[in-house]
């Protein structure tokens, strides 16, 4: 049995290890969160540490602060990327506009963050 303390420091040591997915997936089947009760813990500044889309971005580099700024009560996120000790020079913003399937259903891309305070 897995617990999300395995799955976050697999994601701070090894954020391309390959078990990463079967713990997430497990952990996701697990866990009973609920979007309409829950979805107030999603709330803030996430980093990305793995995905597993094909996406380019979306992949973890230890050279790129990959920020997720989420806003679930209004679904609205924002993707910041730039380089990673660099505070205000360049980098990129992309709108995320979040869409709600239903309470358990979240897709086939599984995303790994972890929270920044």
């Known amino acids: 049995m897995y617990s999300e ?3 976050l420091n697999l994601l701070l040591k090894s954020p391309n290890s390959e078990s990463i997915i079967t713990i997430a997936e497990r952990l996701e089947i697990d866990h ?3 979007f309409s009760k829950d ?5 803030g500044v996430w980093e990305l540490r793995w995905s597993s889309s094909n996406s380019p971005f979306l992949k973890y580099s230890p050279f790129i602060d990959n920020l997720q700024i989420l806003d679930p009560l209004n679904l609205n996120g924002l993707n910041l990327l730039k380089p990673r000790g660099i505070e205000s020079i360049i980098g990129t913003g992309i709108l995320i506009r979040l869409n709600y399937i239903n309470e358990k259903n979240w897709g086939k891309i599984y995303t790994c963050w972890c929270y920044r305070s």
């Open 5 to 7: 303390d395995d799955l």
């Open 39 to 43: 979805r107030n813990d999603l709330k």
């Open 32 to 34: 009973n969160f609920s």
